[in-house]
């Protein structure tokens, strides 16, 4: 898959379970907190969009995990963008940095409210125009 933006981040240890392993539900945590980078990488806002009364929200994921990672464990948080009517498809992909070895991978799907209405943003339509491969 070709990425449009990537961070890097490490695995702290209260992410970890009494396995040993990252949580399941802290990847959703990384892959939200991607977004929010790519967002500012954009020029964007997720709170100044909120003041505007545009909100994008999750609607729908597809999760697939793959090989845990542990603590101490640096990985590398990828994501691509498509666009699907009113959807903006974030397919997102977390790998271990130290061999590149696929551990999570996720199909995010957010609309925006604006207004409380759910609709287009010209805010994100713009600022996403030269990332989107439809």
């Given amino acids: 898959m070709k990425y449009i933006f990537e961070t890097r981040m490490e695995?702290?240890?209260?992410?970890?379970?009494?396995?040993?392993?990252?949580n399941n539900a802290q990847y959703v945590h990384y892959c939200e907190h991607t977004r929010h980078l790519f967002l500012k990488e954009c020029g964007l806002s997720f709170a100044e969009m909120h003041n505007k009364g545009v909100d994008a929200v999750v609607?729908?994921?597809q999760l697939q995990y793959k090989v845990p990672l542990r603590p101490d464990d640096e990985f590398i948080s990828r994501l691509n963008l498509t666009k699907e009517g009113i959807k903006y498809v974030f397919h997102q992909d977390i790998y271990r940095a130290s061999?590149?070895?696929?551990?999570?991978r996720g199909k995010i799907e957010l609309v925006c409210l604006v207004n409380g209405r759910l609709g287009n943003s010209e805010d994100y339509d713009a600022a996403f125009q030269r990332f989107i491969s439809r």
Avoid: K, T
């Fill in 11 to 22: 695995v702290r240890d209260y992410e970890c379970d009494i396995e040993g392993i990252v």
């Fill in 59 to 61: 609607a729908r994921m």
């Fill in 99 to 104: 061999d590149e070895q696929l551990c999570f």
